[in-house]
């Protein structure tokens, strides 16, 4: 399974962006699918993430600011962020694991992960 995330790029503060993640290869289903991020300096930190059957779960940082959906037959995965803020600019990775609906805060034992797509918010 390989997990391909887009949609980063540069956006003024108070702007929005959309991210998306495609799986692809042998899938019937995945279990939780998540958003984490990584800035410079930072450990990595879960933003979002939904489980197969779409409860979804926030970090206080952009939780009211963000909204995390699945697509579980396309198996995609979108976060459509909004109000962005300087302090959200980092490396954002989609992650998933392929049966367990298990989401680690800090994405130890995920079972497959994206590429990065680079976030940048100007102040």
């Given at each position: ?28 289903r995945l279990g939780v699918m998540g958003w984490y991020r990584q800035a410079p300096g930072n450990e990595r930190e879960l933003v979002a993430s939904i489980t197969s059957d779409g409860t979804t779960n926030y970090a ?64």
């Amino acid at each position: 399974v390989q997990l391909q995330a887009s949609g980063g790029g540069l956006v003024q503060a108070g702007g929005s962006l959309r991210l998306s993640c495609a799986a692809s290869g042998i899938i019937f289903r995945l279990g939780v699918m998540g958003w984490y991020r990584q800035a410079p300096g930072n450990e990595r930190e879960l933003v979002a993430s939904i489980t197969s059957d779409g409860t979804t779960n926030y970090a206080d940082s952009v939780k009211g600011r963000s909204t995390i959906s699945r697509d579980n037959v396309k198996t995609t995965m979108y976060l459509q962020m909004s109000s962005l803020k300087p302090e959200d600019t980092a490396v954002y990775y989609c992650a998933a694991n392929r049966y367990s609906d298990y989401v680690s805060p800090m994405g130890y034992g995920m079972d497959f992960w994206g590429k990065g797509t680079q976030v940048t918010v100007s102040s």
